[in-house]
């Protein structure tokens, strides 16, 4: 434990929630320093990121469906998984270097991971962290993260359901004694939901939009119940059937409409997972309620919803999207304390 001490006093521990939309980087002692969408914009055929470096983030995703054919737009996540190593890599470089700030020792580094990831799956992460120039990687379970974010007291003898619905995965978890005790991920999250949008779009009015245009549907018209009223959404597209382009104005029960079926799903698994509970944790769960976390949590009537679904209160935190990165956050301050609940995929090699 000394020489672990030592060590953090040296080097920059750092912690990186990496998601499919976006990515957050925290740093011991700085909090939450850097928050970009998880894009890289790279010349075509190579690993080669354009404008040295800078096309990450906010830069590459501006280019999503207006990069020329020179230009490769990625995502490099894609339901909460790695769908392109060298990229991922490359992504974590460059938040590495960012949180070490000219330190030449390679810093502790903390990613969150799926509770469904495999151990095959956590090595690869670990050995793409290491080449993108970490120090020792540990991993911290997704429910954990965001229970520890939300405040709640996750290490007693009490069950905790955590509910982290973000871009790529709904993660659905009840934590005890600071471990999990039952769980599931589902890919059907935020980014469905614009797929939904999308697709409605398509189908009712012969219009394509792209993922910017849905997601600014989904947030501005966006709700989980029928009978929500706002102002309705003029949006433009191209007409498939004139071949130009086209405006539609949308209200919101076209919007509810066609979030139905991913939020069906959705309310549907967290269902499942709370009729497998015994009595003394179901008896915990209307007692503690349920805690609704990531993005797509303040989604109007999404509480409410599921709320008529499992007869248990919903809370929601405030900045739901920042409980994962808070939590990890709280990790790196009390490192020592919380290194039994770490993984270190290392220790397996």
Not at 18 to 33: A, F, K, N
Not at 146 to 153: E, N, R, T, Y
Not at 206 to 228: F, H, M, Q, W, Y
Not at 276 to 292: N, V
Request: charge should be negative; charged fraction near 25%.
């Amino acid at each position: 434990m000394v020489v672990s001490r030592l060590f953090g006093l040296f080097s920059t521990d750092m912690a990186i929630d990496l998601g499919t939309s976006t990515t957050r980087l925290c740093v011991r002692g700085r909090g939450l320093v850097s928050e970009e969408p998880t894009v890289l914009a790279v010349k075509k055929g190579t690993h080669e990121v354009l404008d040295d470096g800078r096309a990450i983030g906010r830069t590459a995703r501006k280019m999503l469906g207006r990069a020329p054919l020179s230009i490769d737009v990625i995502r490099p996540l894609r339901s909460g998984s790695i769908d392109d190593f060298d990229m991922t890599r490359i992504l974590l470089a460059h938040f590495i270097r960012t949180a070490r700030n000219g330190s030449w020792i390679a810093p502790r580094l903390l990613i969150n991971a799926s509770t469904d990831l495999s151990d095959v799956a956590k090595t690869a992460l670990q050995q793409v962290a290491d080449r993108a120039g970490a120090g020792k990687v540990y991993l911290l379970d997704q429910p954990r993260a965001a229970g520890l974010g939300a405040g709640q007291p996750i290490h007693e003898a009490h069950g905790h359901m955590i509910i982290d619905i973000g871009a790529g995965t709904t993660d659905i978890s009840v934590l005890s004694l600071g471990d999990v005790v039952e769980s599931r991920s589902i890919p059907v999250a935020g980014d469905a939901m614009d797929e939904a949008i999308t697709h409605y779009v398509r189908n009712r009015y012969n219009i394509l939009i792209g993922p910017d245009t849905a997601e600014d549907v989904k947030i501005r018209l966006g709700s989980a119940l029928p009978g929500e009223e706002g102002p309705p959404l003029e949006i433009t597209g191209y007409g498939r059937d004139v071949q130009v382009p086209r405006s539609v104005v949308l209200g919101t029960d076209e919007v509810q409409r066609a979030l139905d079926r991913p939020l069906s799903i959705i309310i549907d698994s967290i269902g499942d997972l709370v009729a497998r509970l015994g009595p003394e944790l179901s008896s915990d769960l209307m007692e503690s309620g349920i805690t609704l976390c990531g993005g797509v949590a303040s989604l109007p009537g999404l509480a409410d919803r599921i709320y008529a679904s499992t007869n248990t209160r919903v809370h929601v935190p405030q900045e739901p999207g920042l409980t994962v990165a808070r939590g990890l956050e709280l990790v790196l301050k009390y490192f020592d304390e919380f290194r039994p609940f770490l993984e270190c995929p290392e220790d397996r090699i």
